[in-house]
């Protein structure tokens, strides 16, 4: 029982990682940016919620309201800004450019918030959970995560897949020239995609808030996290997102089962694993570029 | 024939380091014709079309579509206005069937919506003989539907001036001939035609005009006939003085 409760946990984690990844494996997929600043914006999210949340309501689930709109105006505004031009003068400038981000946002977090560690309450929901069976625990706030984490995969699948905009990215991210060629606005395309990814990745660092405790330098192991869930899952397909960070939580789990200083390491070496056997991913997009 | 110039180029310079692309070139495309350019490699021609379409910026002079100054505005704004390129090698978004391709090209390029979008992206695959492949995934098709699919993609934008880059190029002979008819029905119903292509015969027997190019410059312009016997045209094309018209299926 206490494996299979290790499996579940596993799961539950996977949709973190999941909903972490979407937002790294779209920005790379659709505008071909590593944004190493993947992790510390995520942070920066949770960090906007503990500022500003005081003065609205003390529960976080008021921060879904604001934080992730928030997070896609400053998406769009870095895009059409810092990121756009950097694109324009190769793909190292911009990870140069990210990694001064991720500077910029810890640094500038340590500055406003010191290097103490902060988490959010949910009052009850903290803790609630099912018990199906002895050893087996359902925590409510976990299950609402992974569910958070599917629907946002959904919908940003359906969003690239259904939609006039979504068309528009998947044709910019197949060859930007030729998008032009047809019309598209590639400049104010990519900001929407930009904003899309920046949104999912503040709801990532919200619900990472109410998992663990975060501080101004938590971004860095996120980032793996982050990577290793999109590489596993396969680049450029959303579900292998979802697959990979599954794979991911129930590494860590299982190797935490085995022994708890291996949950980490285990994971890494799934990652490594996967890698070398499979280095196009569990489920890499299907149609050659 | 009106004489209404459609496209108007004026003294258009552009060079890369000590490559000159384009130098002082002036000539006009006429409202409804099919106006055809040959010349050898390297002589500008890809280049213009990047400065017609906002690829490329002009360092000096101007092009203008019926008066109005192009050289400012975006590539993606110049197709809003009516002037759409294809590639030489033909771009389809690959992860895309040849529908969500050619709808993409008339929501954005076209400025239509909804229903008045997929109207047009069926009359334009049907147009383009694309019908039977409507719902394959473009990185799949051959040669001959790609380039199809690049010329579909192109009028679901509702050009005033089409601009082809080699549509013939690479093409068996009865292929390039149902290109030619493609491009025909296009030019029939409308659209001006700005056309570079090596294949000179598929030029000859479509275009009204005919203009060389060499390093950048205008060395001949009139009837497709009266250009290729040229004695300067021959010159540049061949090195020797044999006839355009000898060479089979076209020039290398």
Known sequence: MIWVNAVIQGLLLGGLFALFACGLS????????????????????????????????TNVLWALLFVPPLFAVFGYVSQRTVMGRSMRSGPLTTLLVTFGLSVVIQNALLEGFSADSHSFTLGALTTRSLHPASDISLSWLRMGILVVAVLVLVVVQLFLSRTGIGRQIRALADDDEAAAITGVNTRHVAAIAAAVAFATVALAGLAFGTYAQFSPTSGSNLLIFAFEAVIIGGLGSLWGTLAGGCVLGLAQTIGAQIDPTFGVLAGHLVFLAVLAVRPNGLMPATVEA | MTTERLLELDAVSKRFGRVVVADGLSFGVRQGETLGIVGPNGAGKTSLFGMISGDLRVDTGDIRLSGTSLTSLSTARRVRSGVVRTHQVPRPFTGMTVFENVLVAA???GGLRASHAVDRTLEVIEETGLAEHANVVSGRLGLLSRKRLEVARALACGPRLLLLDEVAGGLTDPEVDTLVSIVRGVNARGVTVLWIEHVVRALVSTVDRLVCLALGSLVAEGKPSEVLARPEVKQIFLGTGAAVDEAPGGLP
């Open chain 2, 107 to 109: 929501q954005q390029g």
């Open chain 1, 26 to 57: 779209l920005l790379f997929g659709v505008l071909g940016i590593i944004n190493l600043a993947h992790g510390d914006l995520a942070v920066l999210g949770a960090y906007v919620a503990v500022a500003l949340l005081p003065s609205v309501h």
